[in-house]
Nanobody, 123 residues
Framework: QVQLAESGGGSVQAGDSLTLSCAAT???????MAWFRQAPGKERIFVGG????????NYADSLSGRFEISRDNNKETLVLQMNNLKPEDTAVYYC?????????????????WGQGTQGTVSS
């Protein structure tokens, strides 16, 4: 059983950066991992994902290259580096995992989820 725990959220100003981390309990070496986010009153949407061997990663088109995902399989950690943040990036950010190496952007294809961490960007 894999458990995921996000950390690193907080409140920043527009243009600032935030680094989110996701720590896994249990091996996620063979898992495809991803970040999703959910703004108030909106659906949870895909941010970016990375395969178990680090291939990819792939990102939502709307992010315009501002976000970067990396993983350290030795430390069972997934990282989301967010730069040049905008108020519309305000959301709860979730880490998710699924077995296999096939990328996915769909929430219903991920079995394991963290509790989420809040990121708030003020203008």
């Amino acid at each position: 059983q894999v458990q995921l725990a996000e950390s690193g959220g907080g409140s920043v100003q527009a243009g600032d950066s935030l680094t989110l981390s996701c720590a896994a309990t249990g091996s996620t070496v063979r898992y495809t991992m991803a970040w999703f986010r959910q703004a108030p009153g909106k659906e949870r949407i895909f941010v970016g994902g990375i395969s178990w061997d680090g291939n990819g990663p792939n990102y939502a088109d709307s992010l315009s290259g501002r976000f970067e995902i990396s993983r350290d399989n030795n430390k069972e950690t997934l990282v989301l580096q967010m730069n040049n943040l905008k108020p519309e990036d305000t959301a709860v950010y979730y880490c998710a995992g699924r077995t296999g190496r096939t990328p996915s952007t769909q929430t219903n294809e991920f079995r394991y989820w963290g509790q989420g961490t809040q990121g708030t960007v003020s203008s």
